[in-house]
């Protein structure tokens, strides 16, 4: 167990020397400010995109430069205004992140649609991804409103469950239509639809937090010795194995390869950081080069996208293999033509990846027109995310906490690395949305909900302690356990837990 | 908790890293291969994604760029003069590809020449828009005119050369083609394409350089050129010692003049090229044998298959090993033998330019002026016979044009030599017969021009044809075209 420190240092003995001699309040800069500034930066690139872009195709600045410039700054000011009002000691990094994110994916596919002629199955996506963003933007300051403490969550750890199978099942009872070119990974009425899979994605990782936070001591300890691992016993580990079980199932039923896997990967993770277990890991990777094995021979489905992966321009070939597809080889032509800086944006042509250009394979234009430069670029902004929602793990106070925001950060890491290293030819193409970056409303919704529960998640480890006097009694028991995240310099345990409770 | 986080969040670096290493991988090592790649249709887009280069003929360009902002294609090629000059410039179109220089100067045109850089980044850094570079060609226009107007709607090809220099001054090919027809996208140049492609005529061929014709008559040069390099025959005056009726070694079939009353007997080398004798040159080319034949012709350029001008010529052919009654029938350009338009202007070029024979070109000069970017330097293909050998071949020629088979090529006040041919072709010499014209003239000044002319089918009548009624009248305003005259 380490020690808190409030500025993420490893510095615990100054922590605690500067939590003991000075009122607490003062030690703990809140970094709005910063985040204001930042979210300036956030703001500034994509308006000079969206110039960009202007420039590049018509010649001119785009006439509505104004009001898109305005409708950010007021979306993401909106934000802002809530974080400081409802989170005060959030990380200041994630908000602005996480802006630059939609803000660029916004340009992006405004720029495909100035090139929709030249589309196949070309369905305008700008006007709804803003309409999108907007509604992710009022979830995340209805997160930031309504849930006062993260540790509320814990109080739903069962009915997470239900509604994150409920989720996951339904598709399964909606048509497919051609369009959707083989997952059944949508619920629709009518002309709108949703993808459930990104919200059970974080619904799941409530359900495995609240369930494990219980359970951790269970599993860590009472277990039996088996070849050399630690076996936990059937009651510990029987619920958690069975939901999961049900959702891979429910996943490859609905072939969401990619889903099945970053639900997989985010058991594993939490399980180990749970109950602090290296076996984990050998159980998880053992499981899943099983599981990829048995599903990679069975299913024509992922047979398709692995003989994809192996050779990308077969589809391009006098005789082409059935269902394959284009896209990958188009891609990594597309990759190739922008090189180190790109094209520039607006100039390059990944519409040739045709539909998926914006949506699965967005990465693919942000690399055609932004070059090496820019996918380097993109890629530290989500490694930053995780590493800040990592960040915040490390900083809560609680376990519940503590999974949560590493359950969050994980599944978001094992996503882009899913979602890009499938368009990059690194892994085979399992088919989910690029964080933020690709069009699909429940895809932003979702990930602005994330961030808003990691940056509660992180205004809670970062308050510093309240005044003894005004702490009303905290609303969830503290769990017991042999581990506790207490940081000493904060005084009792009680008083840690935070003021909005 | 916080041990498996820190490692938790390691693993999540690694993600990271390895996304980056593997774009660095495609976007950095791989790039060019991708690009590059046959299927990457970005290739195709940027040729046309701004103004290309232009070719130009004798100072004007004969090619143009339309701005025509389509969805994929910005520009589009436009031709002027398009027939006259597509055996010149060839294609270039947007779903086709290209042809000849188009595709073989693609580099310069299009601006992605290595040696375009500076000029390119010079002009980024000015602000000035991209565009290609052009290709100045030798072609005069002059000739090129005199060539397609004088073939006119006959099938046939001409070819000028100035001996000094090899440089082609006039390259047709007809019928012929206007690139314009199908530079495009749209469904009407796919229509106009297909329409080309399937056409019996093949106006998409360049017989100029590419289409090898018996080249009959014409070949008697080379073997009179080989007769005087061999030293069988001294001078023009010698006679030959040619019967009345010549059998071909080893057969009992007799080789037949053009017609019966022609003084063959025993004929000079001078008279027997003025008249054309096939008996003549039948039993010279017989008793010199194939080995000596084939490598004077090798020397002219035969048996070449890399004569690029850049474009590349089909090769012309001498056979070895042919029968002795073969070899008498090649040494008059029957039977096996086969030449290119651009051959025998070579063969002609040679003779003109006392036997140094001069690699024909056809790009004087890369990149705009004021920014060249490449300038061809002239130079010797082979010495095909001796300056000696070559005065006395002028001295046949020149009879010729004089008082035999070419007078139709004389022009007043210069020095024209020439060589008709008539050549039979096809099953039993059923086809009708290719009429030959191979031709210099040089004038006081010092001015010269080679000149080639095949006609395939100018006439209803077989027995109308002639090298000398057909060819020699179009080799002839050629040659004028080229001298001013």
Redesign the interface.
């Given at each position: 167990m380490s020690t808190f420190d409030v500025s993420g240092g490893r510095t615990p003995a100054t922590g605690r020397r500067r939590a003991a001699d000075r009122p607490a309040r003062d030690t703990v800069p809140n970094r709005r400010n910063t985040e204001l500034l930042m979210l300036a930066f956030a703001l500034a690139i994509p308006i000079l995109g969206y110039a960009n872009v202007g420039l590049a195709m018509d010649g001119t600045l785009p006439a509505n430069i104004l009001a898109y410039g305005l409708g950010l700054a007021v979306l993401a000011g909106a934000a802002h205004l809530a974080v400081r009002r409802f989170a005060p000691y959030a990380d200041p990094l994630l908000l602005p992140l996480a802006t630059l994110l939609n803000g660029l994916g916004l340009v992006m596919l405004w720029r495909l649609d100035k090139a929709g002629k030249l589309l196949r199955n070309n369905f305008p996506a700008t006007t709804n991804q803003l309409m999108w963003s907007g509604l992710g933007i009022a979830l995340f300051i209805g997160v930031m409103w309504l849930l006062k403490d993260h540790r509320i969550l814990q109080r739903y750890t069962y009915i997470s469950m239900v509604v994150a199978l409920v989720l996951l099942a339904a598709p399964a009872f909606f048509p497919s239509r051609d369009e959707d070119f083989g997952a059944k990974i949508w619920i629709r009425f009518g002309s709108f639809s949703i993808q459930p899979g990104e919200f059970a994605k974080i619904i799941l990782t409530v359900f495995f937090a609240g369930f494990l936070m219980v359970k951790k001591d269970a599993l860590a300890l009472a277990s039996r010795k088996f070849m050399g691992l630690y076996l936990p016993r059937g009651r510990d580990l029987g619920p958690i194995v069975v939901v999961w079980l049900l959702s891979i199932l429910i996943l490859v039923f609905e072939t969401d390869l990619g889903s099945s896997f970053l639900f997989f990967g985010l058991f594993v993770v939490m399980l180990y950081v749970a109950t602090e277990r290296t076996s984990w890991i050998v159980f998880g990777l053992l499981m899943s080069f099983g599981g990829a094995a048995v599903v990679a021979t069975s299913e024509p489905h992922v047979k398709t996208r692995i003989n994809a992966w192996l050779d990308p321009m077969a589809a391009f070939g006098p005789h082409p293999p059935a269902r394959s597809s284009e896209q990958i080889g188009q891609t990594l032509m597309s990759l190739g033509s922008g090189g180190t800086v790109g094209t520039g944006l607006g100039q390059g042509r990944s519409w040739l990846i045709q539909f998926a250009a914006k949506s699965d394979f967005i990465l693919g234009s942000f690399g055609e027109e932004l070059g090496l430069t820019g996918l380097m670029a993109i890629f530290l902004v989500y490694g930053l995310v995780v590493q800040r929602g990592l960040r915040t793990a490390l900083a809560a106070r609680d376990p519940f906490g503590k999974l949560l925001a590493v359950g969050l950060s994980s599944a978001f890491a094992l996503q882009v690395f899913v979602v890009a290293g499938g368009v990059t030819g690194l892994i085979p193409l399992t088919g989910m949305t690029m964080p933020f970056l690709a069009q699909g409303g429940s895809s932003v919704v979702a990930n602005w909900a994330l961030i808003a529960v990691l940056m509660k998640v992180s205004d809670t480890a970062r308050r510093p302690a309240a005044e003894p006097a005004a702490e009303p009694a905290p609303a969830i028991p503290e769990p017991a356990g042999p581990d506790r995240f207490g940081p000493p310099g904060y005084g009792a345990p009680g008083q840690s837990r935070g003021a909005s409770s | 908790?916080?041990?498996?986080?820190?490692?938790?969040?390691i693993?999540?670096?690694v993600?990271?890293l390895?996304?980056?290493l593997?774009?660095?991988w495609?976007?950095?090592v791989?790039?060019?291969?991708?690009?590059n790649?046959q299927?990457?249709?970005?290739v195709k887009?940027d040729r046309y994604a701004y103004p290309r280069g232009n070719i130009i003929v004798g100072g004007q360009p004969v090619t143009k760029s339309d701005f025509v902002n389509g969805?994929?294609y910005k520009y589009k090629r436009s031709w002027v003069d398009g027939p006259m000059y597509a055996p010149v410039t060839g294609y270039s179109s947007q779903i086709f590809d290209a042809s000849q220089l188009e595709k073989l100067e693609d580099g310069v045109l299009s601006g992605t020449d290595s040696r375009l850089f500076f000029h390119n980044t010079l002009d980024m850094l000015t602000g000035k828009p991209k565009q290609g570079g052009d290709v100045v060609t030798t072609i005069d226009p002059k000739v090129q005119k005199a060539g397609f107007e004088g073939l006119g709607n006959r099938k046939g090809a001409a070819v000028a050369i100035d001996p000094r220099t090899g440089a082609i001054l006039g390259l047709v090919s007809t019928p012929s083609y206007d690139p314009g027809t199908f530079a495009g996208g749209s469904d009407a140049d796919s229509a106009a394409w297909t329409a080309l492609q399937n056409d019996p005529n093949q106006p998409m061929l360049n017989r100029a350089l590419r289409q090898t014709y018996p080249p009959g008559s014409t070949f008697k040069l080379v073997t009179a050129a080989t007769a005087f390099e061999s030293g069988k025959f001294k001078n023009p005056g010698d006679t030959t010692e040619t019967p009345e009726t010549y059998i071909l070694p080893g057969t009992s079939t007799p080789l037949v003049n053009d017609s019966p009353d022609e003084p063959c007997t025993n004929a000079t080398l001078a008279s027997a090229m003025a008249l054309s004798c096939n008996t003549v040159f039948g039993k010279i080319g017989a008793e010199l044998g194939g080995d000596a034949l084939r490598a004077q012709a090798e020397k002219f350029g035969f048996n070449n298959d890399k004569v690029d001008v850049p474009i590349r010529a089909a090769a012309s052919y001498y056979p070895s090993g042919s029968s002795p009654d073969g070899t008498a029938m090649d040494a008059i350009g029957q039977h096996d033998t086969r030449a290119t338009p651009l051959e025998m202007a070579m063969v002609a070029a040679a003779i003109a330019n006392n036997g140094s024979l001069m690699q024909p070109y056809l790009v004087s000069q890369e990149g705009s002026a004021g920014n060249a970017i490449s300038t061809h330097s002239e130079h010797q293909l082979s010495q095909a016979v001796s300056p000696a050998t070559a005065q006395k071949l002028q001295q046949l020629m020149e009879g010729v044009v004089k008082d035999g088979t070419g007078k139709r090529a004389a022009i007043p006040g210069v020095t024209v030599g020439g060589k008709t041919g008539t050549a039979q072709h096809g099953q039993d010499n059923a086809g009708k017969p290719f009429a030959w014209f191979v031709s210099y003239a040089k004038d006081s000044s010092g001015k010269q021009v080679a000149v080639a002319v095949v006609v395939e089918d100018g006439a209803a009548q077989s027995s109308e044809i002639s090298g000398g009624s057909l060819a020699a009248p179009i080799a002839k305003s050629m040659m004028q075209a080229a001298l001013g005259k």
């Open positions: - | 908790m916080n041990k498996p986080i820190r490692r938790v969040s693993f999540c670096l993600l990271i390895a996304l980056m593997r774009v660095n495609v976007q950095g791989q790039a060019a291969s991708w690009a790649n299927h990457n249709e970005r887009y969805l994929r």
